[in-house]
């Protein structure tokens, strides 16, 4: 019925890393290297943004008294519906009403097994980049002490490195575009984090140039149209922002990020 579109810069205000486990960069003089795509460029999934956006969620949610699961592997509401599969393939209209009933805010929003994400988050590029060097050691879990051949060096993207932001919602009522803004939002003031070494001080990252658009598909689902009873705020008639810095972004939109704030959502378990 409509969809929500974010775009913006993301800026790194600390060294960033998003590491690369399965393929070796052999021209690179390190032994822990960057995620890069086939010609070198580091960049951030867009797996990585749903990460950082669930987990940062459910710390949201839970401070407003929502119950929501972890989104991990076996541990998701889905994998706690008995027979939720074999449902899905007998019935899909009884199983959109059980999924409804049974599970959290982050698994309506972000997905669970068989079930599609209603936000889409695309790899971030950089426009500028500059890849640092440190040498860094593994500290044993057993003893607190240095590990025995831990000494290595890591690359990073070094701060005041800009990379591209695109993030698409698709019929997502008023309080969960409220949700959205407050996840961004903790992020942008450095609630949390984005990528790896967080213990180290990496990952904190500023939006700049944001601009948000509404498109609705249908005169349903037009501007006075909340799509939830849930939503006690009429969003006003399709726009587009001008692209504004993190700080005017979220003071503009402090409407939407109240809808979620008094929405009264209760999901059970």
């Known amino acids: 019925m409509r969809r929500v579109e974010i775009r913006g810069i993301v800026?790194?205000?600390?060294?960033l890393r998003i590491g690369n486990r399965d393929v070796v960069d052999f021209t690179s003089i390190t032994k822990v290297q960057l995620l890069k795509n086939s010609r070198g460029i580091p960049f951030i999934p867009g797996s990585s943004w749903k990460g950082v956006f669930r987990s940062t969620g459910e710390?949201?949610?839970?401070?407003?008294?929502?119950?929501?699961?972890?989104?991990?592997?076996?541990?998701?509401?889905?994998?706690?519906?008995?027979?939720?599969?074999?449902?899905?393939?007998?019935?899909?209209?009884?199983?959109?009403?059980?999924?409804?009933?049974?599970?959290?805010?982050?698994?309506?929003?972000?997905?669970?097994?068989s079930i599609l994400s209603s936000v889409y988050f695309f790899d971030s590029y950089p426009s500028n980049y500059k890849i640092g060097v440190k040498t860094i050691?593994?500290?044993?879990?057993e003893n607190g002490a240095v590990s025995k051949g831990a000494l290595a060096t890591a690359e990073y993207v070094e701060p005041n490195s800009t990379f591209s932001f695109l993030l698409l919602g698709e019929n997502m009522p008023n309080y969960a575009i409220g949700y959205i803004l407050s996840i961004m939002k903790e992020i942008h003031y450095g609630y949390s984090q984005v990528g790896g070494y967080k213990s180290r001080g990496f990952g904190f990252v500023k939006f700049d140039k944001l601009q948000m658009?509404?498109?609705?598909?249908?005169?349903?689902?037009?501007?006075?149209?909340?799509?939830?009873?849930?939503?006690?705020?009429?969003?006003?008639a399709d726009y587009t922002q001008d692209e504004l810095s993190g700080d005017e972004f979220f003071k503009k939109n402090s409407s939407l990020l109240e809808v979620f704030n008094n929405a009264r959502i209760q999901y059970p378990m």
């Open 213 to 236: 658009r509404i498109t609705h598909y249908s005169e349903k689902s037009g501007s006075n149209s909340s799509l939830s009873p849930l939503d006690e705020f009429d969003l006003k």
């Open 59 to 113: 710390v949201i949610a839970r401070k407003k008294g929502l119950k929501v699961c972890t989104g991990l592997t076996k541990e998701t509401c889905v994998d706690k519906i008995p027979d939720f599969q074999e449902l899905i393939k007998k019935d899909i209209e009884k199983a959109k009403k059980v999924f409804w009933e049974k599970t959290c805010l982050n698994c309506k929003v972000f997905g669970a097994p």
């Open 137 to 141: 050691i593994a500290i044993s879990r």
């Open 11 to 15: 800026r790194n205000i600390s060294p």
